[in-house]
């Protein structure tokens, strides 16, 4: 789960993504996994909860490319014009763990 690094809040990914909708080639980064990681790592976003800045690089490292998939998979989700994000990425993300646990189960023969 994301977590502000300051306050160690928890952070919703499509709040946190939609600061980045302000980057111009926003939607060219989409294309290329590596580009899309670097740009987040070197965002500086704010906490909704105590207003202070922090790098992206500071998030979750698994999660990230998790999100990028999501966002390729989703992308009519992306309200460019109002800069909204409107998917759900928080609990997209907490489906696809509970998908995993579930494959490794059923791959276990449980
Ligand atoms: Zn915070």
Redesign the pocket.
């Known amino acids: 789960m994301a977590r ?1 690094p ?4 928890a952070l919703k990914w499509e709040e946190i993504i939609e600061q980045m909708l302000t980057l111009e080639d926003f939607e060219n980064l989409l294309e290329d996994r590596d580009e899309f990681l670097k740009a987040l790592d070197e965002f500086v976003f704010r ?1 909704p ?4 800045e922090f790098w992206g690089r500071a998030l979750d490292r698994r999660e990230a490319p998790k999100v990028f998939e999501l966002l390729n998979e989703f992308k009519g989700g992306i309200d460019y014009k109002n800069g909204k994000i409107r998917l759900k990425l928080t609990n997209l993300l907490a489906l696809d763990v509970m998908l995993e646990e579930w494959d490794r189960k059923v791959g276990r023969g449980i």
Do not use: A, D, L, V
């Open positions: 502000c300051i306050c160690g809040e906490c909860h105590c207003g202070e």
